[in-house]
């Protein structure tokens, strides 16, 4: 189950199609996600070390929007306290498919339960863990309030949400150095013109972002003690927000 190279968006397409999580890109996902987001692999390592110090035991760790599961093994290999078990949760057949096959050669003791369905139907509870690692960024705008509220009902008291987001800056000159430098960091990695150019249009409407202040402003509404920037690297940042 190697990861084959990422060329997607490597010929001309004429009508960019929105954005999926079907078969072609769960083939490239890990190469993808590699070569597009800066400090993808250092945040998920550290995923684990932070479920590691907030799991409690006979709790749930949720990774909801798990892809195939990099940060639920990430999860699974860290945590140490007893009788935890992880959910995770997928939209994408295809990404569950091959997660399942992943977590299956996985050898780790930590139960873990796939479920397909869209995260904003999941009845979060019992939780010491969430862990929304560049998910929210594909939730419609209107319907971010209601889940990250419905997130910290499900929480229990000490517990922790790990949000990571491809951040918008309300700078003009900010947003343009933060995006120039990103595609400079996919060029650097390999990506053409025409390539970073494509994704970016098939992005259009499916991915939003919003502001560190917007996503702080959620979170404290919501009800956490407090929300702050742990991890950021150009226009991509990843946050605890405290019960």
Same mark, same amino acid.
């Given at each position: 189950?190697?990861?084959?190279?990422?060329?997607?968006?490597?010929?001309?397409?004429?009508?960019?199609?929105?954005?999926?999580?079907?078969?072609?890109?769960?083939?490239?996902?890990?190469?993808?996600?590699?070569?597009?987001?800066?400090?993808?692999?250092?945040?998920?390592?550290?995923?684990?070390?932070?479920?590691? @110090?907030?799991?409690?035991?006979?709790?749930?760790?949720?990774?909801?929007?798990?892809?195939?599961?990099?940060?639920?093994?990430?999860? @699974?290999?860290? =945590?140490?306290?007893?009788?935890?078990?992880?959910?995770?949760?997928?939209?994408?057949?295809?990404?569950?498919?091959?997660?399942?096959?992943?977590?299956? @050669?996985?050898?780790?003791?930590?139960?873990?339960?796939?479920?397909?369905?869209?995260?904003?139907?999941?009845?979060?509870?019992?939780?010491?863990?969430?862990?929304?690692?560049?998910?929210?960024?594909?939730?419609?705008?209107?319907?971010?309030?209601?889940?990250?509220?419905?997130?910290?009902?499900?929480?229990?008291?000490?517990?922790?949400? =790990?949000?990571?987001?491809?951040?918008?800056?309300?700078?003009?000159?900010?947003?343009?150095?933060?995006?120039?430098?990103?595609?400079?960091?996919?060029?650097?990695?390999?990506?053409?013109?025409?390539?970073?150019?494509?994704? @970016?249009?098939?992005?259009?409407?499916?991915?939003?972002?919003?502001?560190?202040?917007?996503?702080?402003?959620?979170?404290?509404?919501?009800?956490?003690?407090?929300?702050?920037?742990?991890?950021?690297?150009?226009?991509?940042?990843?946050?605890?927000?405290?019960?």
């Amino acid at each position: 189950m190697n990861s084959q190279k990422d060329t997607l968006y490597a010929s001309p397409l004429g009508n960019v199609d929105g954005f999926k999580f079907d078969n072609s890109v769960v083939d490239v996902f890990p190469d993808m996600i590699q070569r597009s987001v800066p400090g993808y692999s250092a945040i998920i390592s550290a995923i684990g070390l932070l479920a590691s @110090r907030f799991a409690q035991p006979n709790s749930l760790c949720y990774d909801l929007g798990c892809s195939l599961g990099a940060a639920t093994l990430s999860m @699974r290999h860290k =945590i140490a306290a007893p009788n935890c078990k992880i959910i995770a949760v997928d939209n994408s057949t295809a990404m569950l498919s091959r997660c399942q096959k992943i977590i299956d @050669r996985d050898t780790a003791a930590i139960p873990v339960e796939l479920i397909c369905s869209d995260i904003q139907d999941i009845n979060i509870q019992n939780a010491s863990v969430v862990v929304l690692n560049f998910t929210l960024q594909f939730i419609p705008l209107v319907d971010r309030d209601a889940f990250i509220k419905k997130i910290y009902a499900g929480l229990l008291p000490g517990g922790l949400l =790990i949000l990571s987001e491809k951040l918008l800056f309300k700078d003009t000159r900010q947003q343009a150095l933060q995006t120039e430098m990103h595609h400079a960091f996919k060029k650097a990695n390999g990506y053409s013109d025409m390539e970073v150019s494509q994704k @970016r249009a098939s992005l259009e409407n499916v991915l939003i972002s919003e502001s560190f202040a917007e996503h702080k402003n959620r979170l404290l509404h919501s009800g956490f003690d407090s929300a702050e920037v742990w991890f950021q690297y150009f226009n991509f940042a990843s946050m605890c927000a405290l019960k």
